[in-house]
């Protein structure tokens, strides 16, 4: 079973890295979309997660990035479901004396990707669950974990949870978000009130990918941190891409590329891999450099729940759609109430006595609620996010 914490223990964990810029190297043509060749050149797949493994990853992107319904109608299952036999053929295929000595275990993550439409104003937040929770049932069957990634709006976020937790009970799920040059996401959310709505729901990990590169990643990383528990993922691009033609290159190489991850773990990012530009090459300097050394925790970092907490500690946190506010901040008398009708930036309250009421509240909510209701309420409250008014 996928262990995150048990796999830190040994030192910091490698995901893979680019998946399109890698396939179109090996004649993919621009924009077409690489999940196909899960059925029409499956070797060609396997070779790719096999290259991979050789570098030293220890977690493998399946190729579904993209594997939705609006992309592939009728034959979304087979995109989906191929894409993940071909990534677990790759870990058995590689399986020998020699890669074990090298990564003692290799963990097939469900790729799900946004859906490039904007939740709650093109697609209705219940067809997009309904969209992530069937690609999730198609793939979920053999993956080891879920990573949801490349996301730059919390709610499209949310949308891709909820369908994991339904479709696929108990299976670990990882988020990586990605973040305009402003800082935050592309729907405003700040790194930190993003974090604290993922947290709410239970995801193992969050983190950053894609985006402007390692360079992004440092701006990006100190608010994460200051805000979660989680150990933090950091997937970024091989810099900023340049097009040549009709195809995006990026020039970062493989040895600058891994010393400027090796300054991110430093700063307290503790899974680390690369996304667009990124190649096995990429990898195998980024685990040379940084494989089995000792994970410090940054100082600005929360302690794990039931330690004891530094003298300036970092207190949970209610979050709207784009801010956090602390906890002893958050007065329920001044709390506006959540209305969907009438949806707030700001962090709000919920109030409910009836379970059916409330979960549609809570389901419907774009952020990290306080909430106000019987004990029999934490179940919904675990489920999608919030923190329970005591």
Request: proline share 8%; hydrophobic share 45%.
């Amino acid at each position: 079973m996928f262990n995150l914490q048990a796999l830190l223990s040994a030192g910091p964990v490698f995901f893979d890295g680019g998946t399109g810029t890698v396939l179109q190297a090996m004649g993919l043509a621009p924009g077409a979309r690489c999940e196909a060749w899960n059925l029409t050149r499956p070797s060609d797949i396997i070779a790719h997660h096999r290259a991979y493994l050789a570098a030293g990853a220890q977690i493998l992107k399946t190729n579904t990035f993209g594997a939705n319904r609006l992309h592939f109608g009728d034959g979304l299952r087979e995109v989906a479901a191929a894409g993940v036999r071909c990534a677990k053929e790759a870990v058995a295929l590689e399986g020998t004396a020699a890669y074990i000595a090298k990564a003692p275990m290799a963990f097939v993550a469900l790729d799900i990707g946004p859906l490039g439409k904007l939740v709650d104003f093109d697609l209705a937040f219940e067809e997009a669950i309904a969209l992530f929770r069937e690609t999730i049932e198609a793939g979920a069957g053999e993956a080891d974990l879920i990573l949801i990634e490349t996301m730059g709006d919390t709610q499209e976020v949310r949308a891709a949870i909820i369908a994991a937790k339904e479709a696929a009970p108990g299976l670990p799920i990882l988020c990586t978000l990605t973040f305009e040059a402003s800082g935050r996401l592309l729907s405003g959310a700040t790194p930190q009130a993003a974090a604290a709505i993922l947290e709410g729901m239970g995801v193992q990990a969050v983190g950053i990918n894609c985006g402007a590169g390692p360079e992004r990643a440092r701006q990006i990383l100190p608010q994460l941190l200051e805000q979660t528990r989680l150990p933090v993922i950091v997937n970024p691009n091989a810099g900023l891409p340049r097009m040549e033609g009709a195809r995006a290159v990026y020039d970062l190489s493989p040895e600058n590329f891994a010393l400027q991850c090796e300054e991110l773990f430093q700063m307290g990012a503790s899974v680390l891999g690369g996304c667009c530009g990124t190649a096995p090459a990429h990898i195998a300097a980024l685990t040379a450099l940084l494989k089995g050394k000792k994970i410090n925790p940054p100082q600005n970092k929360k302690p794990p729940k039931g330690e004891k907490p530094p003298l300036e500690a970092w207190e949970d946190c209610i979050a709207g759609p784009r801010e956090v506010l602390p906890l002893s901040q958050a007065d329920p008398d001044d709390l506006e109430e959540y209305d969907p009708e009438e949806p707030s930036f700001e962090p709000i309250k919920i109030t409910g006595d009836d379970p059916a009421a409330l979960e549609a509240l809570l389901r419907g909510y774009n952020g990290r609620a306080l909430v106000a209701a019987p004990a029999w309420a934490a179940p919904l409250v675990e489920k999608y996010g919030g923190i329970l008014a005591r």
